[in-house]
């Protein structure tokens, strides 16, 4: 309240002192420019309506000069320099409130800002605590499967062992799942960093090969590798980082054999071309629908068509960033008559 007091306090001030020097000296001497003031502390406290209000009097008590007290004939100078007194009354009152809205705008955008980054600490304080907690029962009920496997409990059959190695598989599906969602959420707050050394990709698609076998076996998928054009073990050798790509070809090998039907194979093709390494990883399944292949890198994104398998949407958005992270290309398309293949390129350095 004391605020709004001596804002229109120092109001009157003005105006009585500006309204004795116009109204005491002749019509020339144009003393309407220090209104100004007015109309800039009504912008800053009192308001848009305020403003208005006192621009409105200042004009007219500035052209009111021109006959009153009428002591000098009026001019054409005099009016053209009152005209120009109050055009810069109205400019500063219009500027005066275009930055008032300027202000209010950035504050809510500032507002908006401190929300959005709160929220998504938040968000990854949430994240970040939910992958904790689920990967400590997820390593325990592991173990504990592997015990029962070894025969530490007890003689089990063949029958047994053979749906305990599918619980194991199972859990340790859904562990990754939940080391993809950290990494994903991770990588979108902070950017994916690569500890990047030369690494040869046939040996690292060799090891993916036997890690994802037991997989493939259990649907029934033939795994093949390609090298170029030629039927011998070749080395392609590239700088980055082995660990983040061999999390790719997972993902997309995965894919492959979760797409494809029993009895079926998926291939995996490496070449050098045009100082690119490039992969391909190709399958017998049911293809991709045309509108779907731009959003299928897109996180979350899981498609509409008739694929025999679904997942979560994250594996290959966590590729794309790996590969996008490289300053390589990711990309997939369907294949004739039927399967899909996807394909990725990195830069090879000399």
């Given at each position: 309240m004391n605020r709004w007091t001596h804002a229109h306090w120092f109001l009157v001030i003005i105006f009585l002192a500006v309204i004795a020097l116009e109204y005491s000296t002749p019509p020339p001497y144009i003393f309407g420019y220090l209104y100004i003031g007015a109309v800039l502390l009504a912008s800053m406290r009192l308001g848009q309506r305020a403003t208005l209000w006192v621009t409105g009097v200042a004009v007219c008590l500035t052209l009111m000069n021109l006959w009153i007290p009428g002591i000098e004939p009026i001019t054409l100078v005099t009016v053209a320099n009152r005209t120009v007194t109050v055009l810069a009354l109205?400019?500063?009152?219009?500027?005066?409130?275009?930055?008032?809205?300027?202000e209010a705008a950035m504050l809510r955008q500032q507002v908006q800002l401190a929300t959005q980054v709160q929220l998504a600490k938040v968000r990854e304080d949430f994240v970040s605590t939910l992958t904790h907690d689920l990967k400590t029962p997820l390593l325990g009920a592991i173990e504990t499967l592997?015990?029962?496997?070894?025969?530490?409990?007890?003689i089990i059959t063949h029958a047994q062992k053979r749906v305990i190695g599918i619980m194991i598989r199972s859990h340790r599906m859904t562990l990754q799942l939940v080391e993809t969602l950290m990494d994903v959420y991770r990588n979108d707050m902070e950017g994916l960093k690569l500890q990047r050394k030369p690494v040869n990709l046939t040996s690292l698609v060799e090891e993916v090969i036997v890690q994802l076998t037991p997989l493939a076996t259990s649907r029934q998928i033939h795994l093949y590798l390609h090298q170029g054009d030629s039927d011998f073990r070749q080395a392609y050798w590239i700088k980055a980082d082995a660990f983040q790509l061999q999390r790719v070809f997972n993902n997309l090998i995965t894919n492959a054999v979760n797409h494809s039907l029993r009895g079926q194979k998926v291939e995996i093709f490496i070449a050098f071309k045009h100082n690119l390494c490039q992969v391909k990883v190709l399958d017998e399944g049911q293809g991709i629908p045309e509108?779907?292949?731009?959003?299928l890198f897109d996180r979350f994104y899981q498609g509409h068509g008739d694929r025999q398998a679904k997942g979560t949407g994250l594996g290959l958005y966590l590729s794309?960033?790996?590969?996008?992270?490289?300053?390589g290309k990711i990309w997939a398309a369907s294949r004739s008559p039927q399967g899909a293949v996807f394909s990725f390129s990195l830069p090879v350095e000399p």
């Open positions: 109205i400019v500063t009152a219009w500027l005066s409130d275009r930055i008032q809205q300027y592997k015990a029962f496997e070894g025969g530490q409990f007890g509108q779907e292949l731009p959003h794309r960033q790996i590969i996008e992270a490289h300053g």
